[in-house]
């Protein structure tokens, strides 16, 4: 994912982040048996950016007036409605899932997985599972052309991800993932290459497809009852096919958890830093980009009664600043929503 896709990830990683994701796997269930969740509800996004057409709802312009400009600001409200189901082998502790897991909802990481958790005692969980989207997102397939409208074009991914949780019964969490990114139709400076603005051997430069590579490490602290900080630290290799957008990727989140009876609580924030492999043949220059981000997440359990039923509200902000104005993002959203756990 480049970092103009990435602020889609940030609305909903800073939304509703590390909730789960950060925080140990949920234990498998000590009986056999069919168990999972279903996550609904709505939310409203404002986000700019010059690149991403959106999944549901508009998030940028179709159409804009210069490829040397800011993107506009433009606002979407969407419902949302997801899950996931597993099923528990209790005498051998394993358990087989399907469908988009509430860690990865948390990260609004929305690719399906199919995969396998297994308990190894009071050495953690492994797990690994095959990742594939569901929902594709839409970008522009040439994101370069102005004062006309943008075809779009649907980006998906499919890959595989291997962890290991609470390592050796501490609070180390371990994960790695690999996805192969693909578009419908990559066109990237198409129009440009057609103006005589850049050459074709140039064009291929700015190819957006390519291998998405994921190393993850967090650690989970219990400062006292109730009171969890999760730092986590994330290596992105990004080796694109335009090696003007292939990149390296290091980031950091930290989280504060805190739960009381019914209630809890998370704030996060986040900051990455992404380096270009080449000079960007449109602006002479190779691409650097800072983004720094912060949420706010509340739940409130066993709604009108019933364990299983949850609501949830958040507020987030993101914002990604790149040495080229093209490429400068911002996100801001809110969510509200229930979760429903059988």
Same mark, same amino acid.
């Given at each position: ?23 140990? !796997? ?7 048996? #069919? ?13 700019? *950016? ?10 940028? %312009? ?13 606002? *979407?409200? @969407? ?9 528990? #082998?209790?005498?051998?502790?394993? =358990?087989?899932?399907?469908?988009? @897991?509430?860690? %990865? ?42 004062? /006309? ?35 419908? $139709? $990559?066109?990237?400076?198409? %129009? ?10 140039? =064009? ?36 694109? %096919?335009?090696? @003007? ?10 989280? &504060? ?7 809890? #609580? ?16 449109? &602006? ?12 706010? /997440? ?5 709604? #009108? ?21 093209? &490429? ?5 959203? @809110?969510? !509200?929503?229930?979760?429903? =756990?059988?």
């Amino acid at each position: 994912m480049n970092h103009v896709y990435s602020a889609i990830a940030l609305i909903g990683s800073f939304a509703f982040s590390t909730l789960l994701h950060s925080a140990p !796997l949920k234990p498998i269930p000590k009986e056999s048996g #069919f168990s999972g969740s279903v996550v609904g509800g709505a939310s409203a996004v404002e986000y700019s *950016s010059n690149l991403v057409a959106g999944t549901s709802g508009k998030l940028s %312009d179709q159409t804009i007036k210069s490829i040397n400009a800011d993107p506009e600001t433009e606002s *979407s409200v @969407a419902p949302f409605i997801t899950g996931e189901v597993n099923y528990t #082998f209790a005498e051998s502790r394993t =358990q087989a899932y399907l469908g988009v @897991a509430l860690e %990865d909802l948390v990260r609004y990481d929305l690719a399906f997985q199919l995969g396998v958790k297994q308990e190894l005692s009071k050495k953690g969980i492994v797990y690994g599972a095959f990742l594939f989207s569901a929902l594709p997102t839409e970008v522009y397939a040439d994101p370069y052309v102005a004062n /006309v409208a943008r075809a779009r074009t649907d980006r998906s991914s499919t890959g595989a991800r291997l962890g290991w949780q609470n390592v050796l019964g501490t609070g180390l969490g371990l994960e790695v993932s690999s996805r192969e990114i693909e578009l419908d $139709e $990559e066109n990237a400076g198409a %129009d440009l290459v057609t103006n005589n603005v850049i050459t074709a051997d140039e =064009q291929t430069l700015l190819n957006r497809e390519g291998t998405q590579t994921e190393v993850t490490v967090s650690y989970l602290f219990r400062i006292s009852k109730g009171h969890l900080v999760v730092p986590e630290l994330n290596f992105d290799r990004f080796d694109l %096919d335009g090696k @003007a957008r292939a990149r390296d990727r290091m980031g950091a989140t930290l989280a &504060y958890f805190y739960t009381r009876s019914t209630w809890s #609580f998370v704030g996060t924030l986040f900051y990455s830093s992404s380096d270009y492999d080449e000079l960007n043949p449109i &602006y002479g220059k190779k691409e650097e980009v800072d983004t720094i981000g912060a949420s706010l /997440v509340l739940t409130y359990g066993q709604l #009108f009664g019933y364990k299983d039923l949850s609501v949830f509200g958040s507020v987030a902000a993101a914002e990604s600043d790149s040495n080229i104005d093209f &490429y400068d993002q911002d996100a801001s959203s @809110a969510m !509200l929503g229930l979760i429903y =756990q059988f």
